[in-house]
């Protein structure tokens, strides 16, 4: 199940973004390769806030690997849930690709552009290949939750979403919420009663279910959320690049936690509750009007998350403005990079 990370030629890359300079943001691989920035309003979401470092997103993964550029000074201090030492993300790169998602600096200068500035907290939940436990998640989401993460992202496939569900219920009374991947294999499942667990499906550049060759989204009346999961930008420091492109819900998952880690950022007072219909109510109905089982509510749209939160916001903080003016097993959804950037 575990999904590969495809490497594109570099020379494409220096090319695309040699005539560059002057865009917004200026990060040379955003332009040419994150076609679903346009898509979710990622732009019009960054004129209000870039996001801020003091929301965390924690990710509950393999590990995040220290020297990813894109996420230097914004890397929490690793924890495990596992009862071993965290590990380092460099025998399984899943929670770097996962965590880069969501928090790839905005506009300075190098690889892609996540969601936001956010601070990335990572949380060991799995053995070095890549297995996971439900206890040791579940765990995992109180750690994060006692730690002051908003948004908790669980981009894995496990036995026991009850456990989940619960440990959920609890961050969800600290103040945070918790995404899981909506899984990759390309059937209906008909989990219900986990009412605690954003799960998110994946989409594709015309808004349709994600699905190549045998994989696809699955789809279910536990979905919630949906958001793009084709040829996703990912930061890995072990390609000569630096960065790839991946397909599946491993990667939906973290844009749905980062557009609720954009909304603390512009509004932190903002209840998990409050985020959680905010995030519903401007989703891009998709499929059946109204909530159905392939897209729940819609594909998110943080430009409209940003906007609705700052109604009820005011101003954004002077930082902000600063900012701005500075210009067992993985559900998979991540392709071992194989198509470098």
């Not at 679903?36 to 019009?44: E, F, I, Q, R």
């Not at 579940?138 to 669980?154: F, K, L, P, Q, T």
């Amino acid at each position: 199940m575990k999904r590969r990370l495809a490497a594109i030629l570099l020379v494409l890359l220096a090319g695309a973004a040699a005539g560059r300079a002057d865009a917004f943001p200026n990060d040379p691989y955003y332009a040419p390769y994150e076609w679903y920035g346009p898509l979710l309003g990622m732009p019009a979401a960054w004129t209000i806030s870039p996001g801020s470092p003091s929301v965390t997103v924690a990710v509950l993964d393999s590990g995040v690997m220290a020297d990813t550029p894109d996420l230097a000074g914004r890397l929490l201090a690793p924890l495990s849930a596992t009862g071993s030492d965290p590990l380092d993300g460099t025998t399984n790169h899943h929670g770097t690709w996962v965590a880069s998602i969501a928090g790839m600096g905005v506009n300075n200068g190098i690889g892609g552009a996540g969601v936001g500035n956010f601070s990335i907290l990572p949380i060991t939940v799995t053995n070095a290949a890549g297995g996971n436990m439900s206890d040791w998640i579940a765990a995992g989401i109180r750690m994060a939750a006692d730690r002051g993460a908003r948004a908790i992202n669980v981009s894995l496939r496990t036995l026991s979403y009850s456990l989940l569900n619960d440990a959920a219920g609890y961050a969800r009374g600290k103040g945070a919420l918790v995404f899981v991947a909506g899984g990759n294999f390309n059937r209906r499942m008909g989990m219900t009663g986990y009412d605690n667990l954003i799960f998110v499906s994946g989409t594709n550049a015309l808004d349709q279910r994600w699905v190549e060759g045998g994989e696809g989204s699955t789809w279910g009346p536990y979905i919630d959320l949906a958001a793009p999961a084709d040829n996703i930008v990912a930061a890995d420091p072990t390609l000569a690049s630096g960065y790839g492109l991946g397909d599946g819900t491993s990667f939906a998952a973290p844009f749905a936690a980062g557009a609720a880690a954009m909304a603390w950022s512009i509004n932190p007072l903002l209840a998990p509750d409050e985020v959680y219909a905010i995030l519903k109510e401007t989703a891009v109905d998709l499929g059946t009007p109204g909530w159905d089982e392939v897209f729940g509510w819609g594909r998110i749209d943080i430009g409209a998350v940003a906007e609705r939160a700052n109604r009820t916001a005011g101003a954004p903080e002077p930082a902000t403005l600063g900012l701005l003016a500075a210009g067992l097993v993985l559900w998979g959804a991540g392709r071992r990079v194989n198509r470098p950037l």
